[in-house]
C-alpha cells in the first residue's frame, strides 16, 4: 500500500567550533526535513552548535533527536572503536542526556535516538550491544524511537522489549541483497531528481533496487538523507518536492508511548 506520509530526518549539527564538517547549513535544510539527528559531542559537535540546532528544532517544528556515535573526531565516526558494549552503551546515554537537555531548554522534547556511522552499522549487527542499548533506553527514554534499519539486531530486539521504533530508508546510500545499506566513508555527488525518484518508488510500491540490480521489498516509516553528502541540500529539496507533489505528507513518527 501506497504511502500517505512518511517522516524525513537528516543528520545535523555536524561541525566543531568554526568548522562545519556538513555541506548545507543546517538551518536552510530545517525546511525540507521533519526529524533532525543532532551530533552529541564525539564524533562531532560542540555544546553551542548543540544548542542552536535544538533552537531552530523548536523555531521549525522538526522533531528533535540524539545522533551519538564512536568518540571518533578525526574519522567522523566512521571508524569502529574495539570496546565493550557496555561501554559503548554509557556513551550514548552521556551524548543523548546532552541533547535531551538542549531540548528542554527550548520546551522540546527528546524524540528518537539514532545511532551514528560505524556505531550505527555495529548495533544493527551486535546483538548485546543493542540489547543493552534498548536495556537502557527503556530506562532513561522509553519513549523515545529508535531509528535503526529493518533487517538488523536493534530492531529485532526493540521490538521484543516494547521499545518504539522507526525504520529508516536511505536516500543517499546503495543497498545490498539483504536490504542493509553498503557503508561509505566518503560520498560522490548524486543526482538529486533520480534520488527523489528513489524515495517515491520506495515509498508508493515498497521496494528499493539493490547494488546487484534486484528489487527487493523495504518497509521504512522514514527516509534519511545525510547533510555531509555533496549537494545535500538539492537532494533534500528534490525529495520534499517530488513526495509532496506526489501528495504525500511529510511529518514526524507519532510520539507513541512505549509498551509496558
Known amino acids: ?22 555541506d548545507a547549513p543546517d538551518a536552510a535544510l ?13 564524533h562531532a559537535g560542540d555544546p553551542n ?5 535544538a533552537r531552530l528544532c523548536a523555531e521549525h517544528g522538526v522533531g528533535l533527536g540524539a545522533h551519538p556515535g564512536y568518540g571518533d573526531r578525526q ?7 574495539d570496546a565493550a558494549p557496555a561501554e559503548l552503551v554509557n556513551d550514548i546515554l552521556y551524548q543523548t542526556g546532552a541533547i535531551r537537555e538542549f531540548g528542554r531548554r527550548y520546551g522540546i522534547p527528546l524524540r528518537h535516538v539514532k545511532p551514528h556511522g560505524a556505531l550505527y552499522m555495529t548495533a544493527a ?16 527514554d522509553p519513549d523515545a524511537a529508535l531509528y535503526c534499519m529493518g533487517p538488523s539486531e536493534t530492531f529485532r530486539i526493540a521490538q521484543v522489549a516494547g521499545q518504539p521504533t522507526v525504520r529508516e530508508l536511505f536516500a543517499d546510500r546503495d543497498y545490498d541483497a ?4 553498503v557503508f561509505a566513508r566518503k560520498m560522490r555527488r548524486l543526482d538529486p531528481q533520480a534520488v527523489a525518484e528513489k524515495c517515491l518508488r520506495a515509498c508508493t510500491e515498497g521496494t528499493v533496487v539493490t547494488v546487484d540490480g534486484e528489487t527487493i521489498a523495504l518497509p521504512f516509516e522514514s527516509i534519511c538523507f545525510h547533510s555531509d553528502t ?3 541540500l538539492e537532494i ?25
Not at 500500500?1 to 556538513?22: K, L, P, R
Not at 574519522?75 to 572503536?81: A, H, P, Q
Not at 549487527?125 to 532513561?140: F, I, Q, W, Y
Not at 539483504?178 to 545499506?181: A, E, V
Open 178 to 181: 539483504s536490504g542493509q545499506i
Open 30 to 42: 530545517m525546511a525540507v526535513i521533519s526529524s533532525a539527528n543532532v551530533a552529541a559531542g564525539y
Open 75 to 81: 574519522g567522523f565516526g566512521r571508524r569502529v572503536i
Open 236 to 260: 533534500g529539496t528534490a525529495i520534499h518536492e517530488t513526495l509532496t507533489g506526489a501528495g504525500i505528507t511529510i511529518a514526524p513518527p507519532p510520539r507513541v508511548a512505549a509498551a509496558a
Open 230 to 232: 555533496p549537494g545535500a
Open 49 to 53: 552548535i548543540m544548542d542552536e540546532v
Open 1 to 22: 500500500m501506497a504511502m500517505t506520509s512518511v517522516d524525513i530526518n537528516c543528520d545535523m549539527g555536524e561541525g566543531f567550533g568554526h568548522w562545519q564538517y556538513g
Open 125 to 140: 549487527n551486535d546483538a548485546e550491544l543493542s540489547r543493552l542499548l534498548v536495556k537502557a533506553l527503556r530506562k532513561t
